[in-house]
């Protein structure tokens, strides 16, 4: 039973960021993001990541790295899409 509601609550966390990664890239724009939240929780996730590898809970190893692998997609995102852009923006004279 425990391992059911493990097995529900790592796909429903990972389930929770694709909704992020379709709006990053439908508006390409990521400046209302935080760069440093979404590095502190890929950060987190590694450690969980380690440490289940080093209690050789295979499920929960999977888990977290497809979790990296979202977080990945968000963080790289930010810094294409938001403040931290080397984008040059063009503005009309005038503005």
Request: proline letters at 1%.
């Amino acid at each position: 039973m425990f391992i059911l509601i493990g097995i529900m609550g790592g796909i429903m966390v990972n389930i929770g960021c694709i909704p992020q990664v379709i709006k990053l890239f439908r508006t390409r724009r990521a400046k209302d993001l935080s760069l440093s939240s979404h590095l502190l929780y890929f950060c987190g996730i590694a450690f969980l990541t380690v440490y289940s590898i080093h209690i050789e809970d295979a499920l929960f190893t999977v888990l977290n790295i497809v979790g990296i692998i979202g977080l990945l997609v968000i963080i790289s995102a930010i810094l294409l899409y938001g403040k931290f852009s080397t984008k040059v923006r063009c503005r009309k004279i005038g503005e």
